[in-house]
């Protein structure tokens, strides 16, 4: 019994640690985060350089192979050679080279759990140069120096404001090399151009050198292989793309694609066969559009409600952005198509507007709609206009609001006001009008008196009563549709051909009325 309770305990302190390590570690392939993190933005020659694997646990559990590989040609991505190994360290989750050669290097390193499974990582080129260089700014060393000195001189006081500022040094100092041949950093630093490679590898360099950490990310955009940076900007983490905020061919540079979140990014970029497993950026408050007073919306009804409630409210500079998931969407697009369909229903009267595929700015100038009724339609119109008249208004304000872009106010206004006029007593009218909106003087005259005849049977059976009843003073006024109606030469007409009913008439005559002194027999 005591060789079997013996056998038991020395059993279950075999098992032991295996369920310890079971349950303190997460397979590597679930990390959140593993990426690489240098102490430097770039060798120099005689000096340490100090890599770190950062990931969300302590590194004891896992096992780190490093591989360290050189190339004498920087513009070389082929034919390197290995100048340090370090294979299966356990829990070492740092590496440390100091360079002999110029060239360029690469890291890669292999991180493996206790059940065998494992990640590679592999870090961006890292360039050696002599101590000599930094102070030489025509080198890359030297440059960045100089751009860094210009940047701290400044005393920004954050993250956000150094990291955006040399964002925008970049965009502006350089320009995307349309040839796509030059990728290093000194491209876009020392010469003035490059492509993504150089833009982003430029940018890891200067955030490194200011304090800000940031990783080097590759991975694909606009179905192009790309590279940008992850920033971090007071503990949280953010997409900037300087090269997407440069655009190509120089010239209309925008911030897009500074601050953003996983969602906003992954619209047009895709990460998921990257160098590193990224840390997620999930923050807005260092979005710059967020910051500088961009409205967000996120559908075609959002950018209803941003747009028309800017220009109700009379704001003169609309800025908007997209913050939707659809990566065809074209903002400059959809806010033309608005505005054909929806400017004149604010009282936009004139506008200009630009931006990129996710936002943009609008200058606006938007007229007073105090006072004036709407309508969408034709039986809308002839309701709110019969109800104006009706109430004897004598300066009426009226405003289409429907959907049609090609609507001609000044037909609506001749379509109806004509027929329809003389059925309220005006008398006169004038107005003036734009393409969706019009306003109306009106003079009322004073036909209490008048006999309202709508035809010639009208005309015709009024005055044989009056002649029928000896009415005189004779008072026709015609409120039928006919604009061109002459209600003078009906009257006249109808005179001579009863004249054995009267001995004279004299008076006024128009179109419209009739006023006649009539010596009846």
Request: net charge negative; aromatic share 16%.
């Amino acid at each position: 019994m005591k060789k079997r309770l013996l056998a038991l305990a020395l059993a279950a302190a075999l098992l032991l640690p295996l369920m310890v390590l079971g349950a303190s570690f997460t397979p590597v392939k679930e990390l959140s985060y593993l990426y690489l993190d240098a102490d430097q933005p770039y060798m120099t020659l005689g000096q340490p350089i100090t890599w770190q694997v950062k990931l969300p646990a302590e590194p004891d559990p896992y096992k780190f192979t490093y591989a360290l590989y050189h190339h004498e040609d920087v513009t070389s991505n082929e034919g390197f050679e290995a100048v340090e190994y370090t294979k299966e360290v356990p829990g070492q989750a740092v590496f440390t080279f100091t360079p002999k050669e110029k060239g360029k290097y690469f890291l890669q390193v292999e991180v493996m759990d206790a059940d065998y499974r494992m990640v590679k990582l592999v870090s961006q080129p890292f360039f050696a140069y002599d101590a000599a260089d930094k102070e030489d700014p025509s080198t890359l060393p030297g440059k960045i120096k100089e751009i860094v000195d210009e940047c701290l001189a400044l005393n920004l006081p954050g993250d956000y404001e150094k990291a955006l500022w040399l964002n925008d040094w970049l965009i502006y100092n350089a320009d995307y090399d349309a040839s796509m041949t030059i990728h290093h950093p000194d491209g876009v630093l020392c010469r003035g151009t490059g492509v993504c490679e150089s833009y982003a590898l430029a940018y890891q360099m200067l955030l490194q050198e200011v304090g800000i950490e940031a990783i080097y990310t590759t991975g694909y955009s606009r179905g192009e292989s790309h590279a940008w940076n992850m920033v971090k900007m007071d503990g949280e983490w953010y997409h900037v793309d300087s090269t997407w905020n440069d655009p190509v061919g120089g010239g209309n540079e925008t911030h897009d694609y500074f601050g953003l979140t996983d969602e906003l990014l992954k619209r047009d970029h895709d990460w998921t066969y990257s160098n590193y497993v990224f840390p997620e950026a999930t923050a807005t408050k260092y979005n710059y559009n967020l910051l500088n007073g961009y409205l967000p919306f996120y559908d075609l009804e959002g950018m209803d409600k941003v747009l028309g409630g800017q220009m109700d409210a009379k704001e003169t500079l609309i800025k908007y952005t997209y913050h939707g998931p659809d990566r065809f969407f074209d903002t400059n697009y959809e806010v033309k198509k608005w505005l054909d369909q929806n400017a004149h229903v604010h009282f936009a009267q004139s506008w200009t507007y630009g931006g990129s595929a996710f936002s943009g700015q609008m200058e606006v100038t938007c007229g007073s709609d105090e006072g004036y009724r709407s309508f969408k339609n034709a039986e809308e119109y002839a309701a709110v206009m019969e109800e104006l008249l009706g109430a004897k208004e004598t300066a009426v304000k009226i405003n289409y609001t429907g959907d049609d872009q090609y609507f001609d106010f000044r037909r609506q206004l001749e379509d109806w006001l004509p027929q329809n006029y003389r059925r309220f007593d005006v008398s006169q009218y004038q107005y003036n009008y734009t393409q969706y909106a019009g306003e109306i003087t009106l003079t009322y005259g004073d036909y209490a008196d008048f006999r309202r005849v709508n035809d010639d049977d009208e005309v015709a059976a009024a005055l044989q009563e009056m002649a029928d009843n000896k009415v005189t003073p004779v008072k026709l006024f015609y409120t039928g549709p006919d604009p061109w109606y002459n209600l003078s030469t009906k009257v006249s007409i109808w005179m001579g051909d009863h004249r054995d009913l009267y001995n004279s008439y004299n008076g006024s005559a128009g179109s419209f009325e009739v006023n006649l002194d009539v010596v009846w027999k």
